[in-house]
Nanobody, 128 residues
Framework: VQLVESGGGLVQAGTSVRLSCVTSGSTFISRYVVGWFRQAPGKEREFVAT????????FYADSVKGRFTISRNNAKNTVALQMNSLKPEDTAVYYC?????????????????????WGQGTQVTVSS
């Protein structure tokens, strides 16, 4: 499956950005658990959030809990990451990742090795 992220850019601290991840071609995103990860310069790629196939279960990194919301619209083949109250430390390239799953209610985990499909990433830069 090919994943394409969009929505990044340069924003000021305290503002919001909404990222989107869509599947290309005829692949239905409903078949996959989806996660968002990010990688800042000089740092390892880290987990941000994940959502179950049904969209009913989510899991967040502590650093973004209460500020970021992951959601999905399977009819539109889209998973979104709404990022509010952005901080300069949120600056990173954000990646959408997907893993096949039989369960529709269990989200993914923070272990990036579980995700077999990755997008190219979208840059989010938060200025202070």
């Amino acid at each position: 499956v090919q994943l394409v992220e969009s929505g990044g850019g340069l924003v000021q601290a305290g503002t919001s950005v909404r990222l989107s991840c869509v599947t290309s071609g005829s692949t239905f995103i409903s078949r996959y658990v989806v996660g968002w990860f990010r990688q800042a310069p000089g740092k390892e790629r880290e987990f941000v959030a994940t959502i179950s196939r049904s969209g009913g279960s989510t899991f967040y990194a502590d650093s973004v809990k209460g500020r970021f919301t992951i959601s999905r619209n399977n009819a539109k083949n889209t998973v979104a990451l709404q990022m509010n109250s952005l901080k300069p430390e949120d600056t990173a390239v954000y990646y959408c990742a997907a893993k096949e799953s039989v369960s529709t209610v269990v989200p993914g985990t923070a272990d990036r090795s579980e995700y077999g499909y990755w997008g190219q990433g979208t840059q989010v830069t938060v200025s202070s």
